[in-house]
């Protein structure tokens, strides 16, 4: 069971926007802005794309932004296209316990 | 330019240990504010953190696994290691090794990760 919570899928046609939420609790997501968020592509390793809630790595497109509102963080994509199709992961860093960042379960993004 | 590559057995039996071993190059552990962390995910389900060891030779664990877990670190030769002792068939599961390179707590280069097996 997955520490941070995500729908499991979402779908959207080339041009549209999406969004991707991703809810944990005050110790990780609501308690820090230490969330990041990965693109999965099948067989291949993540990739970094969000980092510290809002801010993109160099070469990650301005279509992909990240934002957050208490407990839940968000992961927008707009003007979507046939490559953004792939798993997308939040993490947080997390004061839980011995456990240092916590993943999300996963979303798997669908372009129709 | 930063890499890092996972290796290991691809297959385990049932109560073995599996020692995997994290080799990188472009930086190093010994630089304040650099971590390697292990992650793991099984076939066709989501990533899970198992442990991370910073610059300074700090250790953190899952939770769940912190008793099977051992890692470490040869700074001499830009290695990690991860042990995982008393290995299950649930432990099936792509393995990655990745980069935290601040304090921002994200993953900015993994390795391509590594396929391990448990099974009799």
């Known amino acids: 069971q997955s520490a941070l919570t995500q729908p499991a899928s979402v779908s959207g046609s080339p041009g549209q926007s999406i969004t991707i939420s991703c809810t944990g609790t005050?110790?990780?997501?609501?308690?820090?802005?230490?969330v990041s968020w990965y693109q999965q592509h099948p067989g291949k390793a993540p990739k970094l794309m969000i980092y510290e809630v809002s801010n993109r790595p160099s070469g990650v497109p301005d279509r992909f932004s990240g934002s957050k509102s208490g407990n839940t963080a968000s992961l927008t994509i707009s003007g979507l296209q046939a490559e953004d199709e792939a798993d997308y992961y939040c993490s947080s860093y997390t004061s839980s316990s011995t456990l240092h960042v916590v993943f999300g379960g996963g979303t798997k993004l669908t372009v129709l | 330019q930063v890499t890092l590559r996972e290796s290991g057995p691809a297959l385990v039996k049932p109560t073995q240990t599996l020692t995997l071993t994290c080799t990188f190059s472009?930086?190093?552990?010994?630089?304040?504010?650099?971590?390697v962390s292990w992650i793991r995910q099984p076939p066709g389900k989501a990533l899970e953190w198992l442990a991370l060891i910073d610059w300074d030779d700090d250790k953190y664990y899952s939770t769940s696994l912190k008793t099977r877990l051992t890692i470490s670190k040869d700074t001499s030769k830009n290695q990690v290691v991860l042990t995982m002792t008393n290995m299950d068939p649930v432990d099936t599961a792509t393995y990655y090794c990745?980069?935290?390179?601040?304090?921002?707590?994200?993953?900015?280069?993994w390795g391509q990760g590594t396929l391990v097996t448990v099974s009799s």
């Open positions: 472009g930086f190093s552990l010994s630089t304040s504010g650099m971590c």
């Open positions: 990745a980069r935290m390179a601040s304090d921002g707590y994200n993953y900015d280069y």
């Open positions: 005050s110790s990780d997501v609501g308690g820090y802005n230490y």
